[in-house]
């Protein structure tokens, strides 16, 4: 193939001059012929690579510039020195009007973010324009109109991505036709996709434009050595995808990379790490490491899903579940995914806390229904396992039976090498933050997450104590949110649990009278822990749960929250619930 399959060709046309460029933004479309000649004249016409600098905040610069190709993007400084990108300008868009008119400093740094075609109006030509033909003043009366109607662009970590540069690290996957394979993955999405390769590198740059405003997707195949191709597609990506294998460890560095490490605006980087048919990955928190990046995508050979999550991931398209904590509650989280599923959704990534990290985990793992049912059913209906009581020194619970229960059933995997992307939060006691468990052993991250404190002893990582993550937050939507990935579903087994007693003056009844209403919900010294503990972070869960595009709250008022042997009731209250709320919302996830 060279350059473009069939389905999409751009006849070259003849280059326009800058008056007919400008003639044809919305801009100037009623501007009289003969202004249009005279403001044509005043302009100078340019091209601005994709990552070069057009000036900085603070700059005396003074000039208005009009985009006729390409994209532009305003960046401020934060509070921890890092630039933020706060609005977008493409073709037929302005910047510096402000500075024209009153001569101010730039409020903030623009740069490329693509090749880039620019007109330049200089405050003297601007002076000059008026003087000779007054009624240009119109123009930028217009334009200052446009600027304060105009919503501001989203940054690319919230706007979904047009154009990503495929990037590999070996030559093997450099001849995979891996950017293939995966254009066919957003059109089982619906999406119109289309690889370009270096064969294309001598269009102009409108080419590349054109190809953008007809695709949701325009995939890069870069070159494995440094090229001027290879920095064509660096410049003209919203996303770089480093692909890597996830069974070989990364040797020697790919002299191409040069060119990525110079550029401090670069593209955000997706880590997709491909895994041959009957391999495990080995390599992804090597390769975390090694790019700095905290989310990885695994691609298995012959795994068409994988490619469509990693698809939406980086078109802000993927589904993320995030699960809450609530004891035996949180049993209704497996109906919930079974209907989530059944209702043909698929879903990308999970998060969760205390008894919603076991489940998302089983679900991250891509258990089958049955299995996840099956798995959860041994650990919680035929054995309780925190059941093992003890001395209370540390807690009332040895937590043996749930180290081995996780151990059981989530074996020696790290939480990197999942097939889906996953996390759980514990509370961290030694420094009073949230710590977010993304790699390591996942046994050991569900075991932290569930550690409710005075019920289990809690997990010692290094010199940090940590405990169950409901104590800070037990809905994580944040963590999720601040992915950025798509629609969030959450699961909130919590919110309706009548936490009442059916006896008073419990410090004067004797001890059979306090057992027998124990069996009635009278508070004992477990379930007073488990919600005491989840206690602090409801009013964070009660002001997150209004940023999700879909919330859940299953009617659990009579499940008690160690009521193990309520499985199949509380499962099915969990499926039952969420297909009703499926039916009423159609199309919040997906089309209906």
Known sequence: MNGLDSKFEITIEEPKSLVEKLAGLPLLESVEAHLLDAISEEFEWFSLPGGQLLFSQGDTDDSLYVVLSGRLGAFLHGDDGKE??????????????????????????VVALRD???????????????????????????????????????????????????????RDLAASGFARSFAKAFEELGLKACVIDR?????????????????????????????????????????????????????????????????PRRAPIELALYCRRSLSPSQTLAFLQRFGVTHQHHVREGVPRDLRRLAR???????????????????????????????????????GASMGSIIGAGAAIEWSDEELHGHMREAFFDDNPISDYTVPMISLVRGRKT????????????????????FCVSANLTTGQLKIHRTGPLWLATRASVSIPGVLPPVIDGSDILVDGGTLNNLPIDVMSDMRRGPIVAVDVSSDWAFKATIDDIDQRPLRQLLTHARKGTPNIINILMAAGAMSSHAQVRALRNHVDLLIEPPLAEINMLDWKAFHKTVDAGYRHTMEILEKRKGVLLPA
């Open 403 to 422: 180290s081995a229960f996780l151990r059981s059933h989530f074996g020696n995997r790290q939480i990197e090498d999942m097939p889906c992307p996953y």
């Open 116 to 170: 880039t075609e620019l007109a330049r109006l200089s405050k003297a030509a601007f002076t000059k324009l008026i003087d000779e033909h007054p009624k240009a003043l119109r123009f930028v009366t217009d334009l200052l109109v446009r600027r304060l109607r105009q919503a501001p662009r989203l940054a690319p970590a919230a706007q979904a991505a047009r154009t990503a540069a495929i990037f590999p690290l070996d």
């Open 313 to 351: 991931m980086i078109t802000g398209r993927a589904i993320g579940v995030v699960l809450s904590g609530g004891g035996a509650r949180g049993l209704a989280h497996i109906g919930v995914i079974h209907a989530l599923r059944e209702s043909g959704l698929e879903l990308d990534l999970f998060g």
């Open 199 to 263: 064969s294309s590198a001598a269009r102009p740059i409108e080419w590349f434009n054109a190809l953008e405003e007809d695709h949701d997707m325009v995939l890069y195949e870069a070159d494995f050595e440094p090229s001027q191709w290879t920095r064509h597609c660096l410049r003209q990506a919203d996303r770089l995808v480093m692909l890597a294998d996830a069974t070989r460890p990364l040797t020697v560095m790919p002299p191409a990379l040069d060119a990525v490490a110079a550029n």
């Open 84 to 109: 933020i990108l706060i609005r977008q300008m493409t073709a037929g868009e302005t910047v510096g009007e402000m500075a024209l008119l009153s001569g101010e400093p730039r409020s903030a740094t």
